[in-house]
C-alpha cells in the first residue's frame, strides 16, 4: 500500500507484505545461491581443514540457537487465539517458507550451522554464510520497525521477545562472520592476507593495510601465481590444439578424396590433352594414404593444382585461435568483473535520482521530515553499494589481467625454448622481447577497459532517459556536442598513436646505444670513446624530443577540449532550454540533476577514443602472440625419456642438422653410455662436439633418428642465488659443492661473501669464476646424466685439476652420475672410461683410451696433432699437468712410432687407480677457512634503491621545478589557480540563476523571464570563456615546460651515467641503468595532466619502485619463474585507496545532505549546490 508507506506520519508496511516479500526474497537467494555454491565447494580442491577456534564454535552454536528460537516461535503460532482475526493465506504460506516450522527449521537454520562447518572441513573462508546473515540482519529491520514503532510491545510481548532474540543472535552471528577470520593449520607467516580475509575486509580491502606495517611484500595469492594460472591457460590450450587437431584430419581426408579423385580425372583414357599433348610430363606423387608412389602425365597446369593438394599434408598444422583459448580460460573471472560493473553502473545512476528526490524535498513546505532522512540515508547506502561494486570490478578485472600477462609470458617463454631453428629465424630474441614487455602488458590493460563495448551504452542509455524526463529536447544539444566531442578526440588519439609509434624507432635506437654504452663503458674509458656516444645519444634524443613536443601539443589540446566540455555542454543545454521557450524557468532541481548526470556521462564518453585505441592495440598485440605460439617447434617425441633402459643416452642412426632446409651437422651417430659412465667427446674445430650434446638434448632438429649454448649463464642474483637456482637451501650440500668447484677461496676476496650481488652478465666476476659458478648450479641440481660443454676452458690448469677430481672424475661429486664431457683438455683423456672421437659431424672412434690408442688409429694422429701444436704455447703453471702432458706425449710417439701400435711399459701412468686423483686435493689458497655462507645476512642493492624511493623528498620537486623553470611554474599554478575560481564561481552563479526571485515567482511575465535567463546566460558564458583560457594557457604551457624539463633531465641523467666509475657499475646492474630510462621516459610528460588531478601518494611508491628497478621482463622470467613471485604487488592497493577515500566522499555527502535538512529556511538551489559538489 503505497499511499500508506508514503502518505503517514511513519512509514507503515502492511503484514502481508511483511510475510511475503521478506520472506521470500531472502529465501529465494538463500536456495538459489545454494544450487551453485554447495557444488563449487565440493567440487573444488580441498584445503587443510579450518581450526576448532572458539569463533568458529560460536557461528556453530548461535546457528544452532536459532534453531532453537525457531523451535519456540512454530509452538507459539501453534497456540495463536482462536479468536483472533483470520491472518492472509499468504501469511501462512510464509510460515511454511520462513521456518517457522520444524522442516523449514531443518532446512534452514541447521542449514547455516552446516554450512559453517562445511566451508572449515573443506578449508574455505567464509564466502556463502556471512552473505546469508547480512540479508536477514537487512530484511528484519523492517519487522524490528513494525514491533518498536507500531505499538507490538503492548498486544504480543511473547512474539516481540523471541523477535528480538532471534535479530540479536543474527547480528551476532554477522558480525563474527564478517570480523573474525579462521586462520589455516598450515598458514605461513608472509602469506598473502587476502586468503584469510573476512567478508567484510575483502569488501573494504582492509587486509592491505597489513602491508604498512612491514617492511616486505608478502607473498601472491595462490591462485595468481603462476604455478596456479600457467597450468590453467595450458590445458586450455592444449584442448584447442587437439580439437583442430581432430578438425584437420577431417579436412584432410577430404583434401585426400580430391586427389585421388582428380589423379584418376589426369590419369583417365576419356581424358583428351588437346592443347599440351606435346607436353607430357612425369611425376612421382605420394598417395597420402598409403606412402606409395604414382606416376602421372598432364600438363604443367594440373601438375601444380595436384602439387598445391599433396602439399596440404606436410604444410598444415594443428592450429587454435588464441582469442578463442582466452575466452574459455577466463570467461568466468571477465563475467564477474562485468556484473560487477553492471551493479555499479545502476547504482551510479540513482545518486541524481536522489538529489532530485531531496532537492523537491527542500522546495516542499508541507512534507513529511522523516523523507528527508530516508532519502539522506538511502544517498549513503547507494554510494557505498556503488563503491564496493566498482573497486571490486576493477579488482577482479586488474587480477584476471595479470592473470592472462603471466600465462602469456609463460607460454611465450616455454615457446621460445622450443623453436626449431626455422622458427627461431621467424621469431627473432627483440620480438620476444617486445612481446613479453609490451605486448603481455597491452593485454592486461585491456581487462581494464573490455567493460566499456557494453557499458558505454548502457550508461548513456540510462543518462539521456534520466535527462529528457528531466529538461525534455533541449537535452539533444548537450548530448549532440558530446557525442560530435568524440571524433575530435578520437582523431587527437589517432595522431598520438602515430606519432608514438614513430617515437618507437628512435627510442629503440637510444635504450639499444644506452645499453652498448653501459655494457662496454670499460672499453669506452680505455679508447676514451665516451663523448663520441653521448653525442650520438643526444643526437637521437633531440628527435625523440620534437617527436614528444607534438605529442604533448595534441595531449594540451585534448586536456582542453575534455576539461572544458562539461561546462559547454551544460551551456549548450540550458541555453536550448531557455531560449526555446520564453516562459522556461530553470529551478535548482532541472539544473543541478543536469549538471549532476553530465559529470557521470562525460567519463565513459572521453574514453572512447582511448578504449578503441587500447582495444585495438590490445588486439594486435594478441595476434603476434598467437602467431608466434604457431611457430615450428622441435619435435619433442625424438628423445625418448625412460626409465626403463639398458643405457643412460643412447643414439641409433642419428641423423641432424641445425638448419631443417640445410646440409645435415651430424651423420650417422651411434653412441651407447652406459649409467655413470664418464664420458670424452674430443675433436677438433667444428667437429660437432657442442652439436652432438645439442642433440641428446633434442634441441636440434632430427632427420633420422636432435641446443644449448656454451656460455656461462649468470643472473643479475646473488651469487648464492645463482647457484641454488631456485631450489632450497641444503647447507652441507651447499658447502661441499662450493669447496669442489674451487668457489671457497673466491668468497672471501668477495665484498658479501655468497651474499654478493652479481652484476648483469656477471661483471664483477672474471671468466673462470663465471664457468666455476654454472658448473656449481649444475652440481647442486642433482641431476641424473650431465652433459659439460668444455667447463674447464676458461679456469687455470691447478683450479680445472681441482674441478677434474673434486667435480667429474669417478672420485669426484658426480661419480655416480652419467657423465659426458666435451673437452680440449686432452691430458684428462686417460682418466675417462670411454673416448669419442668427432670429425666433420661423424663420430669416427668410440672406446677407452688404451684401447684407441692400441690401434694406432684416428685418436692417437688426433694427439699427437693437438700435442705437437701446443708444446710452443703451453704455459702451464701445475707441475702434475705437466708431468700427465709430458706423458701422453711420450706415449703417443711410441705408438705412432710402431707400426703394430703396441703398447708401451709407461701404461700403469695412466691409470685411474695410480694415486694421480688422490692428491693435491685443494688448490692453492683452498686451506682458509669455509665461511658461513649459509646464515650470512641477504643485502640487496635493489632493496636499497626501493627503501630510497619510498621516501619522496622535497628536494626532488626543487629539483624538477628547477627544470622546468621557476617562473614557469610559478605560471602553471596561477593559471590553473585561476581556471578553478572561475569553475567555482560558475557554479554559485548557477545557484543564484536557479533561486532567482523574478524567475521562481509564478506571477512573473515572459519578458522578465526572457530578461533575467537572458542576463544569467550571458554571464554563465562569460565563465565559461575564463575557464577555456585558463585552461589552454595552462596545458600547452606545461606542455612546452615539461617537455622542455624532460629533455634536459635526460642530459643531466646521461652526464651522471657515462662518468660512473667501473666500481659502481660492478655492484649496479646494467638493466637497472637502461630500466631507469625507460621506466621514467614518460613521467615528465605526464606530470601536467596528472598534477591537477592528485599528488602522488605513498602507496605507489613501493610499486613504482619494483617497476623501475627490477629486471626488464625477459631476463627476469627467464631467469628463474619461481623466485619472482615476491617481487610483485598486488593491484590491490589502489583499491583500497580508493574504496576508502570514496568512503571519505560519501560521508561528506552524507553530511552536506543532513545539513541541508537540519538547515532552516535553506533554498533548493543551495541544496542542490552542496550536495552536486559532494557528490564530485
Not at 543545454?573 to 548526470?597: E, I, Q
Request: aromatic share 8%; net charge positive.
Amino acid at each position: 500500500d503505497l499511499n500508506l508507506l508514503l502518505n503517514s506520519s511513519w512509514p507503515q508496511f502492511t503484514s502481508c507484505f511483511q510475510s511475503s516479500y521478506l520472506v521470500f526474497v531472502p529465501n529465494g537467494l538463500l536456495w538459489c545461491s545454494m544450487l551453485f555454491y554447495i557444488p563449487w565447494v565440493l567440487s573444488r580442491p580441498p584445503g587443510p581443514p579450518l581450526p576448532h577456534t572458539p569463533a568458529n564454535v560460536a557461528k556453530t552454536v548461535l546457528s544452532l540457537m536459532l534453531s532453537l528460537c525457531t523451535i519456540v516461535a512454530v509452538l507459539t503460532e501453534a497456540g495463536f487465539d482462536k479468536n483472533e482475526a483470520p491472518y492472509p493465506t499468504a501469511h501462512y504460506v510464509a510460515r511454511f517458507v520462513e521456518g517457522r516450522n520444524l522442516r523449514e527449521l531443518l532446512l534452514r537454520d541447521l542449514l547455516a550451522a552446516g554450512l559453517t562447518q562445511l566451508e572449515r572441513c573443506r578449508g574455505v573462508i567464509n564466502l556463502c554464510a556471512v552473505r546469508l546473515w547480512l540479508i536477514l540482519a537487512v530484511v528484519d529491520v523492517i519487522p524490528l520497525y513494525h514491533y518498536i514503532i507500531l505499538g507490538m510491545v503492548v498486544t504480543d510481548v511473547g512474539r516481540l521477545v523471541i523477535f528480538f532474540v532471534s535479530y540479536t543472535l543474527i547480528l551476532a552471528q554477522l558480525g563474527l562472520q564478517a570480523v573474525c577470520a579462521d586462520l589455516p593449520r598450515n598458514y605461513v607467516p608472509g602469506a598473502c592476507p587476502e586468503t584469510t580475509a573476512t567478508f567484510l575486509s575483502r569488501v573494504t580491502f582492509s587486509w592491505m593495510t597489513s602491508r604498512w606495517n612491514r617492511a616486505t611484500f608478502w607473498r601472491l595469492n595462490p591462485r595468481d601465481e603462476s604455478a596456479t594460472v600457467v597450468p590453467r591457460f595450458e590445458n586450455a590450450l592444449e584442448r584447442s590444439k587437439a580439437r583442430n587437431r581432430g578438425m584437420l584430419s577431417c579436412r584432410n581426408d577430404h583434401v585426400m578424396k580430391e586427389t585421388r579423385e582428380e589423379y584418376v580425372s589426369f590419369s583417365s583414357p576419356n581424358n583428351n590433352h588437346n592443347d599440351d599433348s606435346n607436353e607430357d610430363t612425369t611425376e612421382s606423387v605420394p598417395l597420402l594414404s598409403s606412402g606409395n608412389y604414382v606416376t602421372y602425365s598432364g600438363t604443367e597446369k594440373k601438375k601444380r593444382a595436384l602439387r598445391k593438394r599433396r602439399d596440404v599434408r606436410t604444410r598444415d598444422q594443428p592450429s587454435f585461435s588464441l582469442m578463442h583459448v582466452m575466452i574459455r580460460t577466463y570467461c568466468g573471472d571477465v563475467l564477474l568483473s562485468y556484473v560487477c560493473k553492471l551493479c555499479s553502473d545502476v547504482l551510479q545512476y540513482l545518486g541524481p535520482v536522489l538529489l532530485s528526490l531531496l532537492i523537491t524535498y527542500t522546495q516542499a513546505t508541507e512534507d513529511r521530515e522523516w523523507k528527508g532522512y530516508v532519502i539522506a540515508v538511502g544517498m549513503l547506502v547507494v554510494s557505498w553499494s556503488q563503491t564496493v561494486f566498482y573497486h571490486q570490478h576493477y579488482h577482479v578485472a586488474m587480477t584476471t589481467g595479470m592473470r592472462m600477462k603471466t600465462a602469456l609470458m609463460a607460454a611465450i617463454y616455454k615457446k621460445a625454448l622450443r623453436l626449431s631453428t626455422e622458427g627461431q629465424q621467424a621469431g627473432t630474441v627483440g620480438e620476444v622481447v617486445n612481446m613479453m614487455a609490451v605486448d603481455c602488458q597491452r593485454v592486461q590493460d585491456m581487462m581494464s577497459y573490455t567493460w566499456m563495448v557494453w557499458s558505454i551504452p548502457l550508461q548513456v542509455m540510462l543518462a539521456v532517459y534520466l535527462l529528457w524526463d528531466t529538461l525534455g529536447v533541449s537535452v539533444l544539444a548537450g548530448v549532440g556536442l558530446l557525442v560530435l566531442l568524440v571524433p575530435v578526440n578520437g582523431y587527437l588519439a589517432f595522431r598520438q598513436q602515430k606519432l608514438q609509434k614513430a617515437n618507437l624507432h628512435w627510442k629503440d635506437k637510444r635504450i639499444k646505444i644506452m645499453n652498448e654504452i653501459i655494457s662496454g663503458i670499460k672499453v669506452l674509458k680505455l679508447y676514451a670513446w665516451e663523448t663520441s656516444f653521448q653525442d650520438k645519444v643526444l643526437a637521437i634524443r633531440k628527435r625523440e624530443i620534437g617527436i614528444l613536443t607534438k605529442v604533448a601539443h595534441l595531449n594540451a589540446f585534448s586536456i582542453f577540449i575534455w576539461t572544458c566540455a562539461p561546462y559547454l555542454v551544460t551551456l549548450a543545454t540550458f541555453a536550448t532550454y531557455v531560449l526555446s521557450d520564453p516562459d522556461a524557468r530553470l529551478d535548482a532541481n532541472k539544473a543541478f540533476v543536469t549538471l549532476s548526470l553530465f559529470n557521470i556521462l562525460q567519463f565513459p564518453i572521453a574514453f572512447v577514443p582511448e578504449a578503441i585505441s587500447f582495444t585495438a592495440q590490445a588486439s594486435v598485440s594478441i595476434k603476434r602472440i598467437d602467431k608466434f605460439l604457431k611457430l615450428a617447434e622441435l619435435d619433442q617425441s625424438v628423445v625418448s625419456r625412460t626409465a626403463v633402459t639398458d643405457f643412460a643416452v643412447l643414439v641409433e642412426r642419428g641423423l641432424f642438422a641445425w638448419d631443417v632446409k640445410g646440409r645435415s651437422t651430424l651423420h650417422g651417430i651411434n653412441l651407447e653410455v652406459s649409467e655413470g659412465e664418464l664420458v670424452a667427446v674430443v675433436g677438433g674445430v667444428g667437429s660437432g662436439k657442442s652439436s652432438l650434446l645439442a642433440a641428446i638434448l633434442g634441441e636440434i632438429d632430427c632427420r633420422q633418428g636432435k641446443v644449448v649454448l656454451k656460455q656461462a649463464w649468470i643472473q643479475n642474483e646473488t651469487l648464492r642465488n645463482n647457484i641454488l637456482f631456485g631450489k632450497e637451501l641444503d647447507s652441507k650440500r651447499y658447502r661441499k659443492v662450493l669447496g669442489a668447484c674451487a668457489l671457497t677461496p673466491d668468497l672471501a676476496i668477495l665484498p658479501g661473501e655468497d651474499q654478493t650481488e652479481i652484476g648483469e652478465k656477471g661483471i664483477n666476476l672474471s671468466g673462470g669464476q663465471k664457468q666455476r659458478v654454472s658448473l656449481a648450479r649444475a652440481v647442486y641440481a642433482d641431476a641424473d646424466i650431465y652433459l659439460l660443454d668444455d667447463p674447464l676452458s676458461a679456469v687455470d690448469s691447478h683450479v680445472g685439476k681441482h674441478i677434474f677430481r673434486k667435480v667429474i672424475s669417478d672420485k669426484g661429486m658426480l661419480k655416480r652420475k652419467t657423465r659426458i664431457l666435451v673437452t680440449h683438455a686432452v691430458h684428462w683423456l686417460p682418466l675417462v672410461d670411454t673416448v669419442v672421437l668427432m670429425q666433420d659431424g661423424r663420430i669416427v672412434e668410440v672406446g677407452s683410451y688404451m684401447q684407441l690408442m692400441r690401434r694406432n688409429g684416428a685418436l692417437a694422429q688426433y694427439l699427437h696433432n693437438v700435442l705437437s701444436t701446443s708444446e710452443d704455447t703451453d704455459n702451464e703453471d701445475d707441475p702434475e699437468v705437466l708431468e700427465l702432458k709430458r706423458r701422453i706425449m711420450e706415449h703417443v710417439e711410441s705408438v705412432t712410432s710402431t707400426s703394430e701400435g703396441g703398447t708401451s711399459g709407461d701404461e700403469i701412468v695412466f691409470r685411474k687407480d695410480n694415486g694421480f686423483l688422490a692428491s693435491h686435493d685443494s688448490p692453492p689458497g683452498s686451506s682458509l677457512a669455509t665461511p658461513d655462507v649459509c646464515n650470512a645476512p641477504t643485502a640487496s642493492p635493489l632493496a636499497a634503491h626501493l627503501t630510497m624511493e619510498e621516501q619522496v623528498k622535497l628536494n626532488v620537486f626543487g629539483s624538477y621545478a628547477r627544470h622546468v623553470g621557476f617562473l614557469a611554474s610559478a605560471a602553471i599554478l596561477f593559471l590553473f589557480a585561476g581556471y578553478q575560481v572561475s569553475s567555482i564561481y560558475a557554479s554559485f552563479w548557477l545557484t543564484d540563476w536557479t533561486g532567482d526571485a523574478t524567475l521562481t515567482a509564478s506571477n512573473s511575465t515572459t519578458a522578465e523571464v526572457r530578461e533575467r535567463n537572458g542576463f544569467y546566460l550571458t554571464y554563465y558564458g562569460i565563465l565559461g570563456a575564463m575557464q577555456a583560457v585558463f585552461i589552454s594557457l595552462y596545458a600547452f604551457l606545461a606542455a612546452v615546460r615539461m617537455t622542455k624539463a624532460a629533455a634536459n633531465m635526460h642530459a643531466s641523467m646521461l652526464d651522471r651515467v657515462v662518468p660512473i666509475t667501473n666500481e659502481l657499475l660492478r655492484h649496479n646492474a646494467v638493466r637497472s641503468y637502461c630500466q631507469q630510462v625507460r621506466a621514467r621516459r614518460g613521467d615528465d610528460r605526464q606530470h601536467p595532466a596528472s598534477d591537477r588531478l592528485h599528488v602522488r601518494h605513498g602507496v605507489s611508491s613501493p610499486s613504482s619502485a619494483l617497476s623501475s628497478l627490477s629486471p626488464s621482463p625477459t631476463p627476469l622470467f627467464m631467469s628463474i619463474i619461481p623466485s619472482s613471485c615476491h617481487r610483485v604487488l598486488c593491484s590491490a592497493a589502489n583499491r583500497w585507496l580508493g574504496v576508502w577515500i570514496e568512503v571519505v566522499s560519501s560521508l561528506v555527502v552524507f553530511a552536506a545532505t543532513i545539513f541541508a535538512l537540519v538547515t532552516p529556511d535553506i533554498t533548493g538551489s543551495q541544496t542542490g549546490l552542496s550536495v552536486t559538489y559532494a557528490l564530485q
